[in-house]
């Protein structure tokens, strides 16, 4: 069966470093989706893309953050300068062309930022 | 403003037991609703998705309703697991595309 696929598992930096968060998306999606997960509370949107931009952000996703799809496989998560409060879980997700069809998540990546 | 309300937020049964998750939105123009389990640490699977027009929906254990008038989902689970212990998300999709999800439920399933 098809999934979407994140590396790594988990990550560790030091506050103000630069991260690259990675997924592979299931290859005949076209719809992604980044959320993030801060330990015991609920998935958070960040942001969705679709050819080749960003469709929606939430006001989490401001200038610190950025995506980009370098290759038309992966589907990275830029975080700058990294702050304690990044410190989550983040999900990729990745659905076909359709609003009714089945969006799949990755398995994550735990970002702790020391 | 579009919200995704769960309750409870945490719920203990004994294995075999049958229980029943609740959903209430606000999500405005509505296109479908998802129930999601999530296990520690990991993504979430899906269990069901719904849209306007279907009232039930069943995924072997896992039973869905939507009442789309009055804005409410609910996910019964018949004869529980160890297993089916996790979070258990709903989440409501709107304009097509974009998806919000609810804060879960946390369900425990003791022997």
């Known amino acids: 069966e098809p999934e979407v696929t994140q590396t790594p598992s988990h990550q560790v930096t030091q506050m103000g470093q630069e991260v690259i968060l990675r997924c592979v998306p299931i290859s005949n999606h076209l719809y992604f989706y980044w959320y993030r997960q801060i330990l015991g509370q609920k998935v958070e949107f960040l942001v969705s893309?679709?050819?080749?931009?960003?469709?929606?952000k939430s006001e989490i996703f401001d200038d610190q953050f950025s995506v980009e799809r370098p290759d038309g496989s992966n589907f990275t998560l830029k975080i700058r300068s990294t702050k304690l409060e990044d410190s989550a879980m983040y999900f990729c997700?990745?659905?076909?062309?359709?609003?009714?069809?089945?969006?799949?998540f990755g398995q994550g990546t735990r970002l702790t930022v020391v | 403003k579009n919200q995704v309300e769960q309750s409870p937020q945490s719920l203990i049964i004994l294995e075999g037991k049958n229980c029943t998750l609740q959903?209430?939105?606000?999500?405005?123009?509505?296109?479908?609703l998802r129930w999601y389990k999530q296990d520690t640490g990991r993504g979430p699977v899906s269990l069901t998705i719904m849209t306007f027009s279907e009232n039930t929906k069943s995924n072997g254990r896992y039973t869905a309703t939507l009442d789309a008038d009055t804005k409410q989902s609910s996910l019964h689970i018949t004869a529980s697991q160890l297993s089916d212990s996790a979070s258990y998300i709903c989440?409501?999709?709107?304009?097509?595309?974009?998806?919000?999800f609810g804060a879960g439920t946390r369900l425990t399933v003791k022997p």
């Open positions: 893309f679709y050819n080749n931009e960003i469709s929606e």
């Open positions: 997700a990745s659905y076909p062309q359709g609003s009714d069809t089945e969006a799949f």
């Open positions: 959903c209430n939105y606000t999500v405005s123009p509505f296109s479908n």
């Open positions: 989440v409501v999709s709107y304009n097509n595309n974009d998806m919000r």
